[in-house]
Each structure stands twice: as C-alpha cells, then as structure tokens.
C-alpha cells in the first residue's frame, strides 16, 4: 500500500479562468476545476528543491516538466503565439 501517483496539481494564479484556457489552448491539458486529465502512464520525479537552488528562476515557486509528443511541432505552436520557449 501506499501513494500510486499524482492526483492532482494545484496552484495560485491571480486570473485562474485566464491560466486554464492557456493551458487548455496552447498544451492541450484540460485545467480547472472541473477537468480530469488523464494521461499516459510513465515516470514522475518527485523532488523537492534548497529554496536558493539555479536550477530553475527564483521567482517561480515550482517548475513542472511535463511529457509531450511532437516536441518540436508544440515548440514552433509556442513560439508562433509568442510563447518563449
């Protein structure tokens, strides 16, 4: 017995509505509160981080890394919206 996955994600946005049409239009994730994502099984790394660490900007309190297919089509979708990738 014991955890057998992430149920969930969950984070603060000053404009929620707004963060999850972003991610719904530009990722594909289904976000909000009424939205169940189901996805392909694989790895998750969990790890905490030393709240000074470079390894990601220090003004993002998580970094989430997300599995994709068609990388180099999602990035050209980003940068043609935008997006920086």
């Known amino acids: 017995m014991g955890v057998t ?3 969930g994600i969950f984070f603060r946005s000053s ?8 991610y719904r239009e ?4 289904p976000a909000g509160a009424e939205s169940v994502w189901e996805q392909e099984a ?4 969990f790890a905490p981080f030393p709240a000074d660490s470079a390894y990601f900007d220090a003004v993002q309190p998580f970094m989430l890394n997300l599995r ?3 990388l ?5 979708r980003l940068a043609a919206a935008g ?3």
């Not at 404009?15 to 972003?22: G, H, K, L, T």
């Not at 530009?26 to 994730?29: A, F, T």
């Open 15 to 22: 404009d929620p509505d707004a963060r999850a049409a972003w």
């Open 42 to 45: 694989g790895m998750t790394v």
């Open 83 to 85: 997006i920086p990738v």
């Open 5 to 7: 996955g992430i149920g």
């Open 72 to 76: 180099d089509e999602l990035a050209g």
């Open 68 to 70: 994709v297919t068609g």
């Open 26 to 29: 530009h990722l594909g994730i």
